[in-house]
């Protein structure tokens, strides 16, 4: 979806919902771009440590196939290199997320299915109103400011759809999964659903204790802006309190 509609649509949703920290968009390009936070170190980090530094120096993190020294869990998950499989080992004893080696290759299996080729070299995380007009966004994470800016969310997520009860997930997945790679999945999907992210135990301990994510692939983030006018996000319209 291209840049221009997403920001038009992000300020529709600015009119009725309040966010915590600015939204984001994923893009990919062919091209180095200036100014891009790189990992480069040879010792694992975790890409929630440096989100925070994205958003207030409005800079953005580029990842790649060359990132996996440092943060090998997006350069698996978004594409890049195969996920590795390790016999369950890593989730189920190092984490202990799974309760065995069985259950933690079954999840192995389930991510893999999830996982798309990227479209291009690389794959750019920024602030959602510093992204070039030409760039081609693919998903859009938002950060509400609380839980009943989370409930809107929600609500607008079913707010067009026939059924009620799997439009909105929280998966069991890790940080970057639930930014990108499964909202990324659902652009391919008939009936996109918005995930509720960044609920690994590992990742909470690097990013504030109020942040929370809802993500939606690029397509459906317009659908849901447009859907605003008339519903009961509607500025002209007076919510009931009582009855």
Request: net charge negative; with cysteine.
């Amino acid at each position: 979806m291209d840049s221009i509609r997403v920001k038009e649509s992000l300020r529709k949703f600015l009119e009725t919902v309040s966010f915590k920290y600015p939204a984001v968009g994923w893009y990919f390009s062919s091209e180095e771009i200036d100014n891009s936070f790189i990992f480069r170190k040879d010792t694992w980090v975790c890409m929630f440590m440096y989100v925070r530094m994205m958003m207030n120096k409005g800079t953005r993190i580029r990842f790649s196939g060359d990132n996996d020294r440092a943060c090998t869990g997006p350069t698996e998950y978004f594409g890049f290199t195969e996920l590795e499989d390790d016999g369950g080992v890593f989730i189920a004893e190092t984490e202990r997320f799974k309760k065995d080696l069985e259950l933690s290759m079954a999840y192995t299996r389930e991510s893999a299915a999830l996982i798309h080729p990227p479209k291009g070299k690389y794959l750019y995380m920024e602030k959602l109103e510093n992204i070039d007009d030409d760039r081609e966004i693919e998903v859009v994470n938002l950060f509400p400011a609380d839980y009943t800016n989370m409930t809107k969310l929600v609500t607008l997520s079913h707010y067009d759809r026939v059924a009620n009860m799997d439009n909105v997930l929280i998966p069991n997945a890790s940080g970057c999964q639930s930014v990108f790679t499964i909202p990324y999945n659902e652009k391919f999907q008939e009936n996109p659903r918005s995930i509720i992210g960044i609920m690994e135990p590992l990742v909470r301990n690097f990013v504030p204790k109020d942040m929370m994510s809802f993500s939606v692939p690029a397509n459906r983030f317009v659908e849901m802006a447009n859907n605003i006018e008339g519903s009961f996000l509607d500025k002209n319209f007076k919510n009931p309190t009582g009855y």
